[in-house]
């Protein structure tokens, strides 16, 4: 009996244990908290100056890019030290996996560093819920310990574009952060071995593309279709400029069926015919630096891509005589504009986030010079003026190739209620996969393009 | 009387934690996957509006569905019987052939088995890789290949997974062949060979009737294990491309989460749901033999 009773209490004891594993995993913020004091105690003069809030404690979630996380940890360091406003960090690469289930079970970070365009969507799926708070009156704010606002500070255009305005009504609700001009990166090295000018026009660089062929090699390459955003936007501005870019992107009634459409087409039909034939085989996330590696061995010449590639690709072994070179998107006639897509990442406040006031602070601090200095530490340049002065090595190049004639292309594909079967990236970018293996043309890719833009016109988020 | 009582109590303590976890973990989330598929929802949003079956409706018409299953079943037909066929024989031969090195090859072939999925679909990106991969390679010694293969481009992909899942899936189920097969008494292969059958014989009158029950479980382990690894397989090696060649069902089901429609998520969640348990329940039917005692 007693040896019951004993066996008994030991199973209940399992079962207790077992539910509060199930329990609540709320152990926050006191980690946080030693951070504060210390900051505190270095610089206790200005915290005291601009706390308005002491005891507030914001969440801030960041992508970790190839710019690594430290320096999120940094700038958190310094806000904290700025505005005695403990700072409750998560950096992840996944960042997607780590802050969605509590998410989907309603507890929000309160600054959300995540840029769109990643395969898991998250921000555009907050862009289409209307779950991001409106943060147009950060851009009149003044920047923490500093005496500019905001507003001032971001460079020209950042804040007027599709990505940081999602519903074209001229509030704000994403900041712009970290930008990179895009292009196509090739072998500087290889095209002055060979004598080859960098082309202009598209009527250049096919001529190059003859000529290479005879080399044996190929005019193009690219990493994933994904990098076709960026390319196909710089592509629609050289083609039709602004007015064009911004009908394809609203899904404008007939744009699919005008000249400019065509035109745009039928040059990717044709880039298609100059790709190097393995490059759909290794254009998926596993594969996709064995497609960059061909430009280090000179087995293609371009390839879209963005400054990240110097640093992705450091270690990779190239030919003699490497030499990054980066140039805009070629014009479509002699004398037009040659356009580079900028492409930046997001920080934005989910409308959920608790301590909005807080997180607005933040958000407005990542444009302080200290922050923009800690980031550029790592590579990763804010859009704020001014910042030139602070790029180094073949950055300074890349960074400078809006001086140098080329327009800058900026914007996205306007988000729409969400349709089943149908996405942007597998609707506008992905079929290049098809028309390089030759399964399908460009043109049928244009009559999907067109038929597929109906259908998100109609949804089109107001 | 007292004691039945207490003895009854202690045994409801005792199921209670299972029950309890299984109610949580299985019964509520299967039911929320069957809810959810009649609500339009974002993953993130709060917000769900019922639609009842129309989900359902759509989805039945969208093609990139469909495709995504005509690929998990060419997957699971494939694969199975390919690997089924490979299993047996070499479960046969190792039991019952006396050959030098028998447990070299049965270390050999459950390998891929310890192996992850992510580091099977390594290896194979390694083999298929079209410059200098170890396939490419071998078959270059043979034949021009200056316009190499692409294994993993839009033609060729879905048998590279095939290939590669059915790598993985030989070594387990052989070990559960090779152990009912060692349980088949060794003196109905004896009288069998005094009565002049030969192996092949004997192998198709006795050791398949006598190991028919385990057969027709692992029939229902492809089913299911196949839906999950073609899963695992296509999100690690291409991510469901090129341009959609390789998707399969779960991975279109993640991927419509992903682009924001939650509850038609959970609708191809439901039809994959009823579409293998469906299937399992009709193979385990098609496969009833009166069992055979020995």
């Known amino acids: 009996m007693k040896k019951k009773l004993v066996s008994a209490l030991l199973s209940v004891a399992m079962v207790a244990s077992l539910l509060v594993g199930c329990g609540g995993t709320t152990a926050p913020a006191e980690e946080a908290a030693p951070a504060t004091e210390e900051a505190a105690a270095e610089e206790a003069a200005p915290a005291e100056e601009a706390a308005p809030a002491e005891d507030v404690t914001i969440s801030v979630a960041a992508i970790e890019t190839a710019y690594g996380s430290d320096i999120w940890a940094q700038v958190a360091e310094a806000f904290t030290a700025e505005t005695g406003i403990a700072v409750d960090l998560t950096t992840d690469k996944n960042l997607e996996d780590v802050i969605g289930p509590s998410m989907q079970g309603g507890e929000y970070p309160d600054v959300i560093h995540l840029a769109t365009g990643r395969p898991a969507g998250l921000t555009e799926q907050f862009i289409k819920s209307n779950m991001i708070t409106d943060i147009t009156d950060v851009l009149s704010m003044t920047v923490p310990g500093e005496e500019a606002v905001v507003g001032d500070k971001i460079a020209g255009g950042f804040t007027d574009t599709s990505l940081t305005n999602p519903y074209g009504d001229g509030k704000t609700y994403l900041a712009p952060m970290f930008y990179s001009p895009c292009g196509l990166f090739y072998n500087a090295g290889l095209l002055e071995e060979k004598g080859w000018e960098v082309p202009t026009t598209w009527d250049e660089m096919w001529e190059l593309g003859e000529a290479a062929k005879a080399e044996g090699i190929a005019l193009f390459t690219y990493p994933t279709a994904g990098y076709f955003d960026a390319f196909l936007y710089a592509l629609m501005y050289s083609i039709g400029g602004p007015e064009f870019f911004n009908a394809a992107t609203t899904y404008a009634e007939g744009v699919w069926e005008t000249e400019e459409a065509k035109t745009c087409f039928e040059i990717l039909g044709k880039l298609a015919s100059y790709t190097h034939e393995i490059t759909p085989a290794q254009a998926n996330n596993e594969d996709f630096t064995q497609n960059q590696q061909l430009v280090l061995d000179n087995k293609a010449i371009f390839m879209p891509n963005g400054t990240w590639i110097v640093g992705e690709m450091a270690e990779a072994p190239r030919a003699e005589g490497f030499k990054w070179g980066m140039t805009a998107l070629p014009a479509v006639e002699a004398g037009g504009a040659g356009y580079s897509y900028t492409w930046f990442e997001q920080a934005w406040i989910p409308s959920g986030a608790e301590n909005v006031d807080a997180a607005k602070q933040f958000v407005a601090f990542l444009y302080s010079d200290v922050a923009c200095e800690i980031f550029a530490t790592a590579g990763a340049i804010q859009p704020v003026l001014g910042i030139a002065e602070k790029l180094e090595g073949d950055n300074v190049m890349f960074y400078s190739i809006y001086d140098n004639g080329a327009k800058a292309a900026m914007g996205n594909f306007a988000a729409f209620t969400p349709i089943p079967g149908v996405e942007v990236s597998p609707v506008f970018f992905e079929p290049i996969n098809s028309v390089v293996s030759g399964s399908l043309t460009a043109e049928e890719w244009l009559a999907n393009v067109s038929a597929a833009s109906d259908q998100m016109r109609a949804n089109l988020i107001q | ?294």
């Open chain 2, 1 to 294: 009387m007292r004691k039945s009582g207490s003895r009854n109590a202690f045994l409801t303590i005792c199921i209670a934690p299972a029950t309890i976890l299984f109610f949580i973990f299985m019964i509520v989330p299967t039911f929320n996957v069957f809810r959810m598929s009649l609500f339009e929802k974002g993953a993130y949003s709060p917000q769900e509006t019922f639609v009842g079956l129309n989900n359902f409706k759509v989805l039945f018409k969208d093609i990139n569905f469909i495709r995504s299953m005509q690929n998990m079943i060419l997957l699971m037909v494939i694969v199975t019987l390919f690997t089924f066929v490979f299993a047996i024989v070499f479960a046969a031969i190792l039991t019952r052939e006396k050959i030098k090195g028998q447990n070299t090859f049965r270390i050999i072939f459950y390998i891929p088995n310890i192996l992850s999925i992510v580091v099977i679909s390594g290896i194979f990106s390694a083999i298929y890789k079209p410059e200098n991969g170890m396939l490419n390679s071998i078959i270059g010694m043979f034949k021009d290949m200056s316009s190499p293969i692409l294994w993993k481009g839009e033609k060729l992909v879905m048998l590279s997974i095939i290939i590669a899942m059915i790598w993985q899936a030989i070594g387990y189920y052989m070990v559960m062949y090779m152990a009912s097969m060692s349980a088949v008494s060794e003196s109905l292969y004896e009288s069998a060979g005094l009565d002049g059958a030969t192996k092949f014989q004997q192998f198709f009158m006795i050791t398949i009737p006598l190991i028919w029950t385990n057969i027709r479980t692992t029939l229902t382990f492809y089913i299911i294990s196949n839906i999950n690894m073609a899963f695992l397989f296509v999100k690690s090696m291409t991510s469901g491309g090129p341009n959609h060649a390789s998707e399969v069902a779960l991975n279109y089901m993640y991927s419509q989460k992903d682009a924001g429609l939650f509850g038609y998520s959970m609708a191809v969640g439901v039809v994959i749901f009823l579409f293998s348990f469906a299937l399992s329940a009709i193979v385990n039917k098609v496969t009833e033999r009166e069992p055979l005692e020995f």
